[in-house]
């Protein structure tokens, strides 16, 4: 007998026929014997809805009213797998976030799970009741429900299964496991049987939106086994021995190490660069101080500096959607920053490539640089970390690059 988490993202869950096999998967598991909660998604498709229709009852709206609208989908579906689950004859209940006790921090619309009473789950457990759990969703500050950011129910997942002590956590989702890229964009790209957390969350924080970057966190804070496997292949014909999916764990237990796992990308990404700014102590101080302040998230910076020493130029990447605020603040701190011109650029892409072998190995990312100019890519800026690099391109060489990499890399299925 083991304890399971199983979580069922929003395709899995997309209509009622999908609903009833979603429950085939959860009876399969009940059937052999193991302790079962449920964590779902809304319907796909529908945290969107709820979202538009939040920005046009107004565009600047109550967070906590925000949080109210959109974590109703997962409430819905919470409702439906309960009953279907009781139709096909097993004992099964919904829980919302502020059922459990999921408590959160104050941050509505990203907030942080900061405790879960997984006491009530586990005498369900006990009673052999299937908990089906609403996912994004938790209580924050003051009693007032808290989402946690798109893609949450995957932390929901992980933070369910530490809290009750699951010997596993299935992420049900569209795709039958982690690949080396999106498969979306990169039809040779080949499913991982095992990624280590160090690289899931690099893969995660940089772009594969396949499980919400904060889960893979938890799930490594807490050495939670997460396997990502497809609600999509017959529930009943999945056999039990036969695993299919992949397994994301500990370094330890990846005995066959790559150089490259896998490559990822973030669209909309966007550059700004100041021209000619003094070269002395605090300028990047007097740039980077009013970004933070105002939220905006800087990610790769590159500074080169004039042939006296005296000037240097300034470029930094954000978000598409941050420019304008950006160059507003930037403007508003020009005598004090005493750049002459500054310039933006929307429409990049960043590439990124990962691997825990690039501790070990040099020259893993000349072979990337190589690679991109004989195709006549333009790399605008490069980061490196001890394991994984970037580049930042123009978007429309994004497929492009992803595939030359992925082929250079030796990813691509045999
Ligand atoms: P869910 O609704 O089940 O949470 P998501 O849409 O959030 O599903 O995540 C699954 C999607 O993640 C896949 O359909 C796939 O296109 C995308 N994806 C991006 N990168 C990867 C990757 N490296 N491996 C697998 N899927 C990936
Ligand atoms: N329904 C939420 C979203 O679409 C949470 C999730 O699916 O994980 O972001
Ligand atoms: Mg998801």
Redesign the pocket.
Same mark, same amino acid.
Not at 8 to 12: K, L
Not at 177 to 184: A, F, H, K, Q
Not at 207 to 212: H, I, S, T
């Given at each position: 007998m083991a304890r399971i988490v199983m979580k069922?993202?929003? +395709?899995?869950v997309a209509d009622i026929d999908k609903i009833r096999n979603v429950a085939q998967h959860v009876k399969r598991e009940v059937d052999a014997g193991h302790q079962v909660a449920v964590v779902v @998604?809304a319907m796909?498709g529908k945290t969107n809805e709820l979202v538009s229709w939040a920005r046009q009852a107004a565009p600047i709206h109550d967070a906590r009213e925000y949080d109210t609208i959109v974590s109703s989908g997962e409430q819905v579906t919470a409702g439906l797998l309960a009953i279907v689950l009781q139709s096909i004859g097993i004992d099964a209940r919904s829980w919302l976030g502020w059922q459990i006790q999921v408590t959160t921090d104050s941050a509505h619309g990203a907030a942080r799970i900061e405790n879960i009473d997984g006491e009530q789950i586990v005498e369900r457990f006990i009673i052999g009741q299937v908990a089906v759990i609403a996912g994004f969703q938790g209580i924050g500050p003051g009693n007032r429900i808290a989402t946690l950011g798109r #893609?949450g @129910?995957?932390t929901s997942a992980v933070a369910i299964a530490a809290a009750v002590k699951a010997d596993r956590c299935d992420? =049900?989702?569209?795709?039958d496991?982690? =690949? +080396?890229?999106?498969?979306?964009i990169e039809p040779k /790209?080949s499913r991982l049987i095992k990624v280590s957390f160090e690289e899931m969350l690099e893969?995660a924080s940089l #772009? /594969?939106?396949?499980?919400?970057v904060r889960s893979v966190e938890m799930a490594m804070v807490n050495n939670v086994r997460l396997f990502?496997r497809s609600s999509f292949e017959d529930p009943l014909a999945i056999n039990q021995n036969r695993f299919t999916g992949t397994l994301i764990c500990s370094e330890e237990e990846i005995l066959e190490k790559q150089v490259v796992t896998?490559i /990822?990308y973030t669209m909309d990404e966007a550059q700004i660069s100041l021209r000619r700014v003094p070269d002395v102590p605090g300028v990047s101080a007097a740039i980077f101080g009013p970004m933070a302040d105002n939220h905006i998230n800087v990610d790769m910076i590159v500074q080169s500096i004039s042939e006296d020493g005296s000037r240097t130029d300034m470029t930094f990447t954000l978000p598409d959607g941050d420019v304008e605020k950006a160059m507003a603040v930037l403007d508003d701190a020009r005598n004090e920053i005493g750049y002459e011109i500054i310039q933006s650029e929307k429409g990049l892409v960043k590439v990124s490539v990962i691997g825990i072998g690039m501790r070990s190995h040099a020259g893993v990312a000349s072979t990337a640089f190589t690679a991109l100019a004989a195709k006549g890519i333009n790399i605008r800026a490069i980061t490196t970390s001890e394991i994984k690099f970037s580049v930042l391109i123009d978007a429309d060489y994004s497929e492009l690059a992803v595939r030359t990499l992925h082929q250079k890399y030796g990813l691509d299925s045999k």
């Open positions: 069922f993202g929003g +395709t899995s @998604s796909s #893609g @129910s995957d992420i =049900y989702t569209d795709v496991g982690v =690949y +080396t890229t999106d498969p979306r /790209a893969m #772009g /594969a939106k396949v499980l919400q990502v896998g /990822a």
